[in-house]
């Protein structure tokens, strides 16, 4: 089974230029998550969708991030403009359903610098 | 302020030593899960608890929740470098509408010859 595929996988980018992450999850899975890593640090979720539907955005910064998933499979999630304190690992992750035992695949992330 | 503490934040140990890593919070989960994030890879998630007390055994790896569901911890028997990693704790809240996993703040092992 395919896992947790993201592009790119690396981006360098000036700030206040604009940048696209693309995943795409686990075939069947209808939950999709969006983490942001900064270093040191646990992942935060950015955004989560159920289908094509957002569940959780609350800790989105709407203001620049946002984030699609128009057919309920594969979703980006679009930065502009950036800031230098947006460097850090943008995960996508995905599971089978929502819930509170459920495991979350994750993709290999897409490392973002801000110069 | 981090809802999910973990501690230490740093382990170097030798191949062979015992380690435990602790994971805190004042918040209540339904279930607390347990990943490991190599360099340049997604976590992979170790194991969920999901009952208070609750232990589960991974080979070497036993897991423990705390009996009030707010604590848990990882404890590694006979360190191999391959338990090299970024160790991450991550609960499960309820918030109406959606179970939101939260993360912890990682604790970062390496395990040396």
Request: net charge neutral.
């Amino acid at each position: 089974e395919a896992g947790v595929a993201q592009s790119p996988r690396y981006k360098i980018i000036e700030k206040r230029q604009s940048v696209a992450f693309w995943c795409n999850p686990i075939s069947g899975h209808a939950t999709l998550y969006w983490y942001q890593q900064i270093l040191g640090q646990g992942p935060k979720l950015l955004i989560q969708f159920q289908n094509n539907g957002v569940v959780d955005d609350s800790q989105l910064p709407k203001d620049r991030f946002s984030a699609e998933r128009l057919k309920g499979v594969d979703s980006t999630l679009k930065i502009q403009p950036a800031k230098l304190e947006d460097s850090a690992v943008y995960l996508c992750a995905s599971s089978p359903l929502a819930g509170s035992y459920n495991e979350q695949f994750f993709g290999p992330g897409t490392r973002l610098t801000v110069l | 302020t981090q809802l999910l503490e973990q501690s230490p934040q740093f382990l170097s140990i030798q191949e062979g030593e015992n380690l435990t890593v602790y994971c805190n919070s004042s918040s209540v989960f339904s279930s607390l899960q347990w990943y490991r994030q190599e360099p340049g890879e997604g976590p992979v998630l170790l194991v969920t608890v999901v009952t208070g007390g609750e232990v589960k055994k991974l080979k070497r790896l036993t897991f423990q929740f705390g009996d009030a569901r707010k604590d848990s911890s990882l404890h590694i028997t006979a360190a191999q470098p391959g338990d090299t990693g970024l160790y991450l704790c991550a609960g499960y809240l309820n918030t109406g509408t959606a179970s939101k996993l939260t993360f912890g703040t990682g604790t970062r092992l390496q395990v040396t010859l």
